[in-house]
């Protein structure tokens, strides 16, 4: 009896003591401690509950009555203060966190193309809708596809207008993009239909009509019985599809080795419509491409009987067109990824 007595005071003196801990806890670490203190495998309450063995056997059933009824109390209130704890924390979080809706909102700028990539979007658009693939060549090329597969041989002086950038004797940043042309008739039978975008390099000074660094995009058609009027056809389409449809388009006799004719193709002035102004120098014309039938001794360098197959070939400078089509003076501007410049272009 004397032992009941005293685990009874046990456990009222611990039930006293937590419950007034409990009013002031305002500290959920401070909570956790505390309830691995009293309900813990080593707590108070469990030294407790292992004083019941020396209790008479008729004893014991209140007492794990007393201790049981202490337990379920005193986790009451853990779980009590716990939840209150926690809801001050979130109203804290909640006033630190708050938002004035009354302000006004971020706006979310979109961004948009680089001039240079819509003209080129525009371009795989146009010459995809007359049946054209896209295919890409690597940008450091062997002399050999750069320069001699295209019949300007080593002693050639055509060479000297396309000083380029050497890596090793017969490896170089490619001048054109007329390289991929070669790649694809050496690997594809005609009949081939084929446009190569990409950057290409040459050294030149940095003015605002040249750059080292520039991009072009090459076609090529071979087949049976092509012409001139099938260039003419083609380019007359892709000139009036970029400028416009009242564009006039303007073939003039040229050289390329590895074209025969070769043409140079104009445009009318967009700016002067054709009446001469600074734009175009006072001529009317702008210089847009270079074109022609691919040369007999290219088709043969590749496997493909020229008796047989014909094509034409034509290549566009994308930074000239850009500048051209977006009336922009100095093409170094592309290059120079000025904010307000290229906002421009995405309204």
């Not at 009874?8 to 505390?34: A, F, G, I, P, Y």
């Not at 056997?57 to 202490?70: F, H, I, M, S, Y």
């Not at 008739?185 to 750059?211: F, L, N, W």
């Not at 099938?230 to 080795?257: C, H």
Request: glycine share 8%; net charge negative; with cysteine.
């Amino acid at each position: 009896m004397e032992r009941m007595v005293i685990l009874k005071e046990k456990l009222e003196q611990l039930r006293q003591q937590v419950l007034e801990q409990l009013n002031d806890m305002t500290d959920e670490k401070e909570l956790n401690e505390l309830r691995v203190r009293v309900m813990g495998k080593k707590g108070w309450l469990t030294e407790i509950l292992r004083g019941m063995g020396g209790l008479p056997a008729e004893e014991r059933p209140k007492a794990g009555q007393l201790v049981n009824r202490v337990r379920q109390e005193l986790e009451n209130k853990f779980d009590e203060v716990e939840s209150n704890i926690s809801e001050l924390l979130k109203n804290a979080r909640l006033k630190d966190e708050s938002l004035d809706i009354t302000l006004p909102g971020k706006k979310h700028e979109l961004g948009g193309l680089h001039p240079l990539n819509g003209v080129l979007e525009e371009l795989i658009d146009i010459f995809g809708s007359m049946g054209f693939d896209v295919v890409e060549g690597p940008e450091v090329e062997t002399d050999y596809y750069n320069f001699e597969a295209l019949n300007v041989p080593k002693d050639h002086p055509a060479r000297d207008d396309q000083d380029t950038f050497y890596i090793a004797e017969n490896l170089l940043l490619r001048t054109q993009t007329s390289s991929a042309q070669i790649r694809t008739m050496e690997t594809q039978k005609p009949p081939i239909r084929m446009i190569c975008p990409g950057r290409v390099y040459r050294a030149d000074e940095v003015d605002a009509t040249h750059s080292p660094v520039f991009h072009q995009m090459e076609g090529l058609v071979i087949d049976k019985g092509i012409t001139m009027c099938d260039l003419k056809g083609v380019l007359e389409q892709f000139a009036k599809e970029i400028y416009g449809p009242e564009t006039k388009v303007r073939f003039r006799p040229s050289f390329f080795p590895f074209t025969e004719p070769s043409v140079e193709v104009d445009v009318s002035c967009g700016v002067c419509g054709g009446k001469g102004c600074r734009v175009c120098k006072g001529a009317g014309w702008i210089e847009i491409l270079g074109a022609g039938m691919v040369h007999p001794n290219v088709l043969s360098g590749c496997g493909i009987d020229p008796e047989i197959y014909s094509g034409f070939a034509f290549g566009v400078g994308l930074d000239r067109l850009t500048t051209t089509r977006h009336k922009i003076s100095d093409i170094r501007l592309l290059f120079e990824n000025d904010r307000c410049f290229l906002e421009q272009f995405n309204r």
